[in-house]
């Protein structure tokens, strides 16, 4: 990546201050950036001293087409890799079992065991790379298979950054790629905290997100309240199982949708921040200022992409990759314009990443902290909308928490009025989405768009059973047993994971052995 400037001002050669000031106030009324409650930001110099990191969320088909994927995008300059999985292996099933049939690599890379993930990071030093996995029901299971491939690399884990997604909560609220009943979810998240400080001290143990809860239809409030909600209960659990505050709060990590409304948008940011620092100060009483920071990614919004006009879609996503920049984001993916019809292809993607790289290069925005503050509109916006969300968590509190709410289908039924609401609006045109309510045009030539090699299942499908058939069988079933035991005895299942995916267990046969323990969530 191009160094940040030597020397910062406009094209018109302005100095460029490092954060700018009330013009009435030469000291500033509202703390800096870097400082308690971190409204203007988390680090004192933001994007002047490193720019946020640009990843682009790929993965499709098999391991191999991931890979040329994400070496692509590494030579066209992108900053991180960001993992996408395919539905069987979100929900813990290989590629032969009957539930994955229609589905291996459709919405992401199919893995199945260690020796696809040697393949997926083949010629990628992982110990340089920050990788985000989403990846939340079967997030232990790729965090060990991530571990075990780095140490076949030699990496030092203790040095290894990255990000398994890990948010669990939002599955029963908004997506549904769960897998057993909550409190044995929240039991395996916080198993994972808890290797992760000991062995891993440089990874994020949890992305939480209110991404997934914005792309089911929720306002910015809600997506606000209800992702601090899951928030206070991740960090509940974890002090239920005796790790304290500081220890592991300075690696939790958050997840925001970069939507549609600009100046929402950024406000939206801002409000979450401060409402974060205070709920870890005041509230779980954290001491070290990193337990405070609402460190967080953005992706630009799914759900504002339409099929109609595709090259539209540009548009929009650059002005959500604006508003995550001015909102303060430390890593950003921005959407290629034909995944609304699709995955994207390589020019789609590359285009999405070249839009990041403008944004940084040639915008300015990245060359003072915060420019939006002191904005009367961008004030009052993150005024209201934190009053709107500490109304709206207190609800959640009233019903128990985030757990209990999600259980009473609380945050459903919210998301799905939201959603309704919204729709309602675009069909009287009281919303306008163009192309597709409004300024329609008739389309005579669709796109070109990715399309899934029709073999790979077939291909995948041969290759776990080859794994199978040639593996040192009982090394295998008494690492099985060994995650079974674990997770009756209520012992860390982490190391047991990892001697598993090392002995050459899939991912299914793990799943299936904490199924057998945990049952399933219907």
């Given amino acids: 990546m191009p160094l940040r400037k030597a020397k910062f001002e406009t094209s018109s050669g302005i100095p460029i201050d490092r954060i700018s000031k009330p013009i009435s106030s030469p000291d500033g009324a509202a703390p800096d950036a870097g400082e308690y409650p971190f409204t203007r930001g988390i680090y004192p110099e933001m994007y002047r001293s490193r720019l946020w990191t640009m990843r682009q969320y790929a993965g499709f088909g098999s391991a191999e087409e991931s890979n040329r994927r994400y070496k692509y995008l590494l030579a066209s300059g992108t900053t991180g890799l960001s993992i996408a999985f395919d539905l069987p292996t979100q929900i813990g099933y290989d590629s032969d079992h009957p539930m994955a049939a229609g589905e291996v690599g459709r919405v992401g890379v199919a893995i199945d065991s260690l020796e696809d993930f040697d393949i997926l990071f083949d010629g990628i030093e992982m110990a340089k790379i920050s990788t985000s996995m989403t990846i939340n029901a079967t997030a232990a299971i790729l965090l060990a298979l991530y571990v075990a491939k780095a140490k076949k690399q030699g990496a030092d884990l203790k040095l290894l950054s990255g990000t398994a997604q890990n948010d669990i909560l939002k599955e029963y609220a908004a997506r549904g790629t769960y897998i057993y009943p909550p409190s044995q979810s929240m039991r395996i998240v916080t198993d994972i905290f808890r290797w992760c400080a000991a062995e891993l001290p440089s990874w994020n143990t949890i992305s939480i997100s209110g991404y997934h809860i914005r792309e089911a239809g929720s306002t910015a409030v809600e997506e606000i309240a209800f992702t601090l909600a899951n928030g206070i209960a991740y960090v509940e659990a974890a002090i239920g199982a005796g790790l304290s505050i500081d220890d592991f709060a300075p690696r939790l990590s958050f997840f925001f949708n970069a939507h549609s409304n600009f100046f929402e948008e950024i406000a939206k940011f801002r409000a979450a921040r401060t409402l974060w620092a205070g709920i870890m100060r005041d509230r779980f009483h954290a001491k070290n200022p990193d337990s405070m920071k609402l460190r967080f990614h953005s992706q630009t919004a ?60 040639e915008s300015g925005i990245a060359d003072t902290v915060d420019p939006m503050a002191g904005s009367y509109f961008v004030e009052y916006l993150t005024s209201e909308l934190m009053r709107r969300a500490e109304i709206l968590m207190s609800e959640i509190a009233g019903i128990g928490g985030a757990v209990s709410a999600i259980e009473a289908g609380f945050y459903q039924e919210r998301i799905a009025q939201s959603a309704y609401e919204f729709q309602k609006k675009v069909e009287t045109k009281e919303a306008i989405v163009v192309g597709v309510n409004e300024f329609v045009t008739e389309e005579l030539i669709a796109p070109e768009t990715l399309r899934i090699d029709p073999e790979l299942e077939a291909r995948q499908t041969a290759a776990v059973r080859r794994i199978r058939a040639r593996r040192d069988a009982k090394r295998t079933n008494d690492a099985l047993a060994e995650v079974e035991r674990a997770a009756k005895d209520g012992e860390n299942i982490m190391p047991r994971l990892l001697s598993a995916v090392e002995a050459n267990a899939t991912l299914g046969e793990i799943s299936d052995a904490l199924r057998r323990v945990f049952g399933e969530y219907a």
């Fill in 302 to 361: 799914g759900s504002t992409l339409t099929a109609q006009q595709v090259e539209n879609n540009i548009v929009r996503t650059t002005i959500e990759a604006m508003a995550a920049v001015l909102g303060g984001t430390q890593s950003l993916h921005t959407n290629g314009k034909d995944e609304a019809l699709a995955l994207p292809t390589e020019e789609a993607a590359r285009t999405a990443l070249r839009t990041q790289q403008i944004i940084a290069y």
